[in-house]
């Protein structure tokens, strides 16, 4: 009986330990694609901010 005992705890921790294992890798993927669209949004924010400036000031000298 103590051997049974023994034996269901053991597979109990592995299946959650297993578990575990999934939801950690899981989380770091998403995590990743968390921070990578992050950066894309900062960059995309600086590399367009300028152009409505630009564009004001030509508008602005063309009618010069």
């Not at 103590?2 to 770091?28: E, H, Q, R, Y």
């Amino acid at each position: 009986m103590l051997f049974f005992v023994l034996s269901w705890t053991k597979n109990k921790k592995a299946v959650s330990t297993w578990f575990i294992d999934i939801i950690i890798k899981v989380m770091g993927i998403l995590i990743t694609i968390v921070l990578y669209s992050r950066m894309i949004s900062i960059y995309l924010h600086c590399a367009v901010a300028p152009l409505p400036m630009a564009t004001v000031t030509n508008h602005h000298m063309a009618r010069s």
